[in-house]
């Protein structure tokens, strides 16, 4: 038997169990159907934010940005970048600091863009400034 995961669905925010070994396959959600893992970086507010940190088994990096950062936008595309290279053994998501300040006070967020990476519901990495796209996936690299 192989190990499961716990993977939240970006969709309906249900919690999946996948078997490890069975990430790369596709994977789709049990209640809405829809794919785990679109190669694409999802948009966290509020309570989806503290399920998708706390109940993944796979790490999540979060990139805290503002729609009016011109660096934010500047590494936008590197960090869809990221996603596709990464999915499905890193979950990539991004939090809009504009509508979401109290997750920005909450994780004392003072510039933007700034990452943070979770694992277990813990942060256990955080990089301030905007960053190119093989220097973002180093960083994550670094902190799996
Ligand atoms: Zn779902």
Request: hydrophobic content about 40%; some cysteine.
């Amino acid at each position: 038997m192989s190990e499961s995961l716990h993977i939240v669905c970006p969709q309906c925010d249900a919690v999946n169990r996948i078997p490890a070994d069975r990430l790369g396959e596709g994977p789709k959600c049990g209640r809405c159907h829809r794919p785990l893992f679109s190669g694409h970086p999802i948009a966290l507010a509020g309570a989806s934010f503290h399920k998708h940190i706390g109940r993944n088994d796979i790490p999540v990096v979060v990139d805290f940005w503002a729609p009016w950062c011109g660096p934010c936008k500047m590494m936008a595309p590197a960090f869809e970048q990221a996603a596709r290279r990464l999915e499905p053994r890193v979950r990539l998501a991004k939090v809009n600091t504009d509508d979401e300040q109290t997750l920005g006070a909450q994780f004392g967020i003072r510039s933007i863009p700034t990452m943070a990476l979770f694992k277990g519901g813990r942060e256990v990495a955080r990089q301030a400034g905007a960053m190119g796209g093989a220097d973002i996936l180093r960083w994550i690299q670094a902190h799996l």
